[in-house]
């Protein structure tokens, strides 16, 4: 008599772990599911992504308050307002590892959650707000979940929109952190109103409200088409991916292999990095210092360097979109073509601000601050889109993270401190011809990179 036969083994799939594919649907239910599948997915990344603007880093905005109710001085906020951009940094590359395996619509609203709840104990914990070293690790959690965010964004957009859609699509997204960031101000504004300015205010209210997002952002997203049992979006667009591999099911490449090959040594990722610390440098160097420059230099109130400061965020909105539209429909999804386009731009307007006469009227240097914050914002957006046009989908996340760790941690700390001690030590003319010299960088380095995305393009199309 033969052993009974054992039963298969079942492999047991954690709850964040990315769903299986699903039967195929027919081609009627496609043609009817996909368009409201790939509406309901957007809207879901982008309400999801401001809401992660809602709870990120709300210690600078009320600090005038926490350093006078808790005796916190300057550089006290300065510790804790860094620990969260530092592990933001950190996460974006280290959680994206983790989002390229696991289920978006359960990833980003865990990590909105989280994040929700960390600002939630700051507020209703005394003992949080009594020490700067226990205030800084709480952030410092804090920025970790807020780096659960773009990741799984990223997965979304390279599973459910084409290459030569991406880039318009891309860029309306990317404005979900300045609606986040002007909700933040309205939803702070209005609880510290009601509370007679108890800074906690500005941190338990955005929270309740991040925690209902985190539930819309569920409801609305989905992991990926396959999952849902519709085709791929290359196929069901006709629009083959700049990047594709082909896996062998029975000997499936570890995570491990695939971020060292596709990512830590991939050139052009690795050139993407290098040249988002010189984005990020002109980004912040810029920013940061507005109402420092206009007033040392042009002998601006701080009236109008605030003015700058909203302007240069506003007009980022509006070239974020133009960058998406341009690469898609003018560059036909050639995104180092704009990156070079973009950047060349912003060295003149640079060029411009810093050398216009001393004489001239401030609010020429308000345009200008502008221009550059019109231009710059488009780059930003491109790198991350590059990363994830111009790696497998498998690690479209990590390529992108890889790219923020380095502008974050390098990029910003080089506008920071880096812009301070030039202008310290040395003058403005020497800070001004640092980031001129970061802007033609990063032409430099995209018209390398552009070298190899034409030839990937070609292939794609072939």
Not at 180 to 198: C, E, F, P, S, Y
Not at 203 to 224: E, G, H, K
Not at 272 to 300: H, Q, S
Not at 335 to 364: C, K
């Amino acid at each position: 008599m033969s052993a009974p036969t054992k039963p298969a083994a079942t492999t047991r799939r954690g709850f964040l772990a990315a769903p299986p594919p699903r039967p195929r649907l027919s081609d009627e239910e496609v043609r009817r599911i996909y368009p409201r599948r790939r509406f309901g997915v957007f809207m879901g990344i982008f309400i999801g992504y401001a809401g992660f603007y809602l709870i990120r880093n709300n210690v600078s905005l009320v600090a005038p308050l926490l350093m006078e109710d808790t005796g916190i001085d300057e550089v006290g906020i300065g510790l804790i307002a860094n620990a969260v951009l530092f592990a933001y940094g950190l996460s974006k590359f280290f959680m994206a590892t983790v989002s390229d395996r696991s289920n978006a619509r359960f990833f980003l609203p865990l990590g909105l959650a989280l994040s929700a709840i960390v600002n939630l104990f700051v507020a209703t914990v005394p003992w949080v707000s009594g020490s700067i070293a226990v205030f800084a690790t709480v952030m410092f959690i804090n920025g970790w979940f807020q780096g659960m965010g773009w990741p799984a964004s990223g997965r979304t957009l390279v599973h459910w929109f084409s290459t030569n859609e991406r880039g318009w699509k891309t860029s309306i997204w990317n404005t979900a952190h300045n609606v986040g960031a002007a909700g933040l101000g309205v939803a702070a504004a209005a609880a510290l109103n009601w509370t007679a300015d108890d800074w906690r205010a500005a941190f338990w209210f955005p929270s309740l409200i991040a925690l209902v997002v985190a539930a819309v952002a569920f409801w609305l997203m989905r992991d990926t088409p396959e999952s849902e049992g519709l085709p791929p979006i290359e196929e069901y667009r006709d629009d083959p991916a700049k990047v594709s591999i082909e896996l062998d099911g029975e000997e499936k490449p570890s995570m491990w292999q695939f971020v060292r090959t596709h990512v830590l040594t991939n050139r052009v990722i690795v050139l993407l990095a290098v040249a988002n610390v010189f984005v990020y440098a002109l980004r912040y160097g810029v920013l940061n210092w507005i109402t420092v420059y206009l007033a040392d230099v042009r002998g601006a109130e701080i009236g109008d360097g605030i003015t700058g400061f909203v302007t240069f965020e506003l007009a980022g909105i509006l070239g974020t979109l133009a960058c998406g539209w341009i690469s898609d429909k003018i560059f036909r999804g050639y995104r180092s073509g704009t990156g070079m386009l973009f950047m060349a731009l912003v060295a003149l307007a640079l060029l411009a601000y810093w050398l216009l006469p001393l004489g001239a009227p401030i609010w020429i240097s308000i345009v200008l601050v502008a221009v550059i914050g019109g231009l710059i914002y488009g780059p930003v957006m491109l790198i991350g889109l590059q990363a994830i046009d111009l790696s497998p989908r498998e690690v479209a996340g990590t390529a992108a993270g890889f790219t923020g760790l380095f502008g974050y941690l390098l990029g910003a700390t080089l506008a920071s401190s880096g812009v301070g001690l030039m202008v310290r030590y040395l003058g403005w003319d020497v800070a001004f011809g640092v980031l001129t010299a970061c802007a033609l960088g990063v032409v430099a380095i995209m018209a390398v990179i552009g070298r190899e995305e034409k030839k990937l393009m070609r292939r794609a199309h072939s």
